[in-house]
């Protein structure tokens, strides 16, 4: 039964979080392609945050959520558990803000990402992603050591300050028929889902997930969170076995569906995103272009917003992955 209750962001907590954001996070271009647009038939625009500091969108939550900590918990540290995009966002906000920070990182992260993170001056603390359970070794090492968690989407500040992406893409380009976001834990698509259907309520928002993690598709068709076994995906980013519980709340009441993508389509659409726009996408910034080049978007409205979520993959695994045999 649909629920009436408010949702947990709104529109004005987007906006305050793209004013504590000026200045700080940069304001991430928006690339239009004639080549993109003559093959799927429509008017393509895409959101750069590729072009983000740490190069991906996650410094806005994780700066934001830090910022509005009272100063004697942010003096006391800050801890996050990621698999390489949310803890480069969390060590550099900890840097800016004169701050400590402890990630809990899997293991087989991208050594790019890890040392990233560990460059940005922030303590890596490493954890095995198929038999260990992330949130309970970052909450037991956050009360142990007094720090404050800051968690990859599953936050009011986190979810608002992701949220900012899709409020600069509507600002730049005006009304849009429909916005494609990558979905992982689902913080990016559920700020980007309030903003964009604040401002434009007809907008329609959908999500794109590999193909070996459907969490989010099949909670959606369940009606209630389901969980799907640890994703293997080339899509690092995305490889969440369950929806957050808040972004869950938000993405079942705004989001017009979800759709999957293939290791092979994400590979083409990095491809596609190197020789013919110029620029470098990790596996999980390609998956909204992925959907759009392999059709599985399937009809499109005239006017699409995408946002490419993040370009953090090093030169070796680029070649691996977009050489031929990938």
């Known amino acids: 039964m649909p629920t009436t209750d408010p949702l947990p962001v709104t ?24 080549t993109l647009d003559a093959l799927v038939g429509a008017e393509t625009f895409l959101k750069c945050e590729n072009f983000q500091r740490v190069g991906a969108f996650k410094f806005r939550g994780a700066y934001h959520a830090a910022s ?17 995009n949310h803890a480069q966002a969390v060590a550099l906000a900890a840097r800016e803000l004169g701050t400590t920070a402890v990630i809990v990182m899997p293991e087989d992260a991208p050594p790019s990402k890890r040392e990233a993170t560990a460059a940005y001056g922030a303590e890596i603390v490493p954890y095995d992603r198929y ?67 604040g401002l434009h309520p007809g907008l329609r928002v959908t999500g794109v997930e ?16 389901v969980r799907v076994p640890v994703p293997r995906t080339i899509a690092d980013g995305q490889a969440v076995d369950t929806p957050g519980e808040l972004t869950f709340s938000v ?30 996408l990790e596996p999980s910034g390609a998956t909204p272009l992925a959907a759009l080049l392999s059709g ?17 993959v090093d030169a070796a695994r680029f070649a691996r992955l977009c050489g031929t045999g990938g």
């Open 68 to 84: 509005r900590l009272p100063p004697d918990r942010l003096a006391r540290g800050i801890a996050a558990y990621s698999s390489g």
């Open 296 to 312: 599985r978007a399937g009809p499109l409205p005239r006017r699409i917003g995408l946002i490419l979520s993040g370009g953090n």
């Open 210 to 225: 590999p193909e070996a993690g459907d969490d989010t598709l099949r909670s959606l068709r369940a009606g209630r969170r």
């Open 131 to 197: 038999g260990a359970d992330r949130v309970a070794l970052a909450e037991a090492l956050a009360a142990d050591r007094g720090l404050t968690l800051i968690p990859p989407y599953e936050h009011p500040d986190v979810i608002a300050g992701q949220g900012t992406a899709a409020l600069e893409l509507l600002d730049d380009v005006g009304a849009l028929d429909a916005l494609i976001v990558p979905v992982g834990g689902g913080g990016l698509i559920a700020g980007s889902a309030v903003a964009a259907t």
């Open 251 to 280: 993405n079942r009441r705004l989001l017009d569906g979800i759709v999957l993508v293939g290791d092979d389509e994400i590979r083409d659409a990095m491809r596609f995103a190197f020789e013919r726009l110029k620029i470098v």
């Open 11 to 34: 529109l004005d907590d987007v906006r305050a979080a793209a004013a504590r954001l000026a200045g700080v996070a940069h304001r991430t271009p928006v690339l239009r392609s004639r």
